[in-house]
């Protein structure tokens, strides 16, 4: 479990990932070096992990909730392993048994419109049913984890093995394709 030096040290770097030790130190009243130890060892037994997140706002992003319900638990399962891998997930976790939820995010609301049309998550086999609510970037938390590719090489996508240039969507500019594909025309 977490203790209360723990707890303070989290607080610490929640509120400004970049403090230096040396000022947690004074915060909390013991030495950056134990600090440092402390937060190696949350890292090591994965209770926390330090990640740059990105704001949705001032990137223009559009976001959407989606909800699906699946036929059965085994291919809940085989949509998750599939879908952990997009660029566009920011949120991805199962409910019940039998329902998935994910948040998603797009350049543009075509973009966005595209995905959850034509390649994403609701189109696979085994789902009953779907909702989707779209809307702004949160307002917390207000930095997410967007997945930044630098390296553009992949000519598929990696949760659907789709080509984008392939795709009706893509070929009509209705849609900027995945960010981890060489075809990608967005920003991410």
């Known amino acids: 479990m977490l ?3 723990d707890k303070r040290i989290i607080e ?6 970049r403090v230096p030790l040396s000022r947690i130190s004074e915060s909390v009243g013991i030495s950056h070096v134990a600090i440092k130890r402390r937060l190696d060892k949350l890292q090591k037994n994965d209770w926390v992990n330090i990640s740059l997140g990105l704001n949705g706002e001032k990137l223009d992003l559009k976001i959407a909730m989606v909800t699906v319900e699946v ?17 566009r997930m920011v949120y991805l976790s199962s409910f019940g048994g039998s329902k998935i939820v994910a948040i998603i995010v797009g350049e543009n609301l075509s973009t966005l419109e595209s995905v959850l049309g034509t390649c994403f998550l609701r189109v696979k086999k085994g789902v009953r049913g779907s909702t ?16 930044i590719i630098g390296k553009k090489t992949k000519r598929k996508t990696p ?3 789709i080509e984008c240039r392939k795709c009706k969507r893509f070929v009509e500019e209705e849609c900027l394709g995945c960010p981890t594909t060489r075809y990608y025309r967005g920003h991410l």
């Open 3 to 5: 203790d209360e030096l």
């Open 12 to 17: 610490n770097i929640q509120r400004n990932g």
């Open 71 to 87: 036929e059965n638990y085994g291919r809940l399962e085989k949509l998750l392993d599939q879908f952990e891998k997009c660029p």
């Open 132 to 147: 989707i609510d779209i809307g702004r970037p949160p307002r917390y938390p207000k930095f997410l984890p967007i997945r």
């Open 159 to 161: 949760c659907g093995g």
